[in-house]
């Protein structure tokens, strides 16, 4: 598949980024929306915990017992891909980047086998043997073969993330009491904090006019709101995932739930106002995180004249504001 690496990144690694990239594809890892650096750093964690530095005949996997940490994952990325990932994204590798490798059984936690590692032994992440061997026949006469014992022997996580989503769709109650369906996903979890928890709390009186979802872009709208308002086309690139509307205060929530991109940053923020020269209503925007570390790691790229609440700490917010809220300290 085609994808941009960075350039900090070392031609052979770059190479060997794009072959794992190819081969989680052909096996059915979903990687269809994901980022370029997303991407990137999912095949660099499967290089890490299989311990490659140069060549995929390299891969160690479970039955050499050696595994890899979150923190020793980052360190070995630092040290061999050209990286520079700050050591708090710890959390990152396992929550992002391993993510869709554990699901599919190919990087596999040490705490589920018997084999314990030696540095950790409830922690730690190593490549499957049977996904290390596909990596050590690559290129070779054997590989058509390996593949396709490989298919054969798994379910595709594609099909099984479908059968999951169906299964797992995630209910949320709107304010009005009428209840809707997301697709599971941790980016439609905070979606549904935002709408149960932070309006009740922050957007009192608020309707809300608009939901998108992961799978279905308009899941829910309030068209003839939207037009009353003067609000932009629905089809825009710029809408975000929210939007609520209080009437008593002619106050209108844009309201991005985060995951990976898609905070209030300057350019986005100019871009969306400008699309809402004929809106009535005064606008908020509001960027919703998961965590605080979530935050901080990004808290460099929030617009001013801009809102965050983060779901863990759900009775605060933090404003990015000015004189605006001065006057509350008196």
Known sequence: MKIQVSNNVPKKIAKNIKIILSILEEVGVPLKGLTDLRLQRMAEACLAIGQIKDKLTDAKSVKDGVFLRTREILKFENDHF???????????????????????NIAINSSSVEAKATNDSSRGYCLSDEFATLLKDY??????????????????????????????RVPITLPSGEEIHLSYGEHNQLQKAIIETFLPIFGKGCHVLYVGDTSDKFLYKDQQALNE???????????????AYNSKKNL????????????WDSTRLYKIK???????????FVTAFETLNQFKAHSNTIAWETEVWIADTPEHMIHFNGWKFMEIHR
Do not use: M
Not at 140 to 151: A, C, D, L, P
Not at 252 to 263: D, K, M, S
């Open 229 to 243: 308002l003067g609000f932009f086309e629905l089809s825009h690139d710029e809408l975000p995932d929210i939007l």
């Open 274 to 284: 400008d699309k809402l020269k004929d809106c009535r209503a005064y606008q908020v």
């Open 139 to 168: 290129g070779t006469e054997q590989w058509q073969v390996s593949i396709e014992n490989y298919k054969a022997t798994i379910k595709s996580l594609e099909e099984r993330l479908k059968s999951k989503r169906e299964i797992e």
């Open 82 to 104: 050209g990286e520079n990932i700050s050591p708090g994204s710890y959390d990152d590798i396992r929550r992002k980047d391993l993510k869709l490798l554990v699901l599919a």
């Open 252 to 263: 209108l929530l844009l309201i991005e739930a985060f995951h990976c991109t898609g905070q």
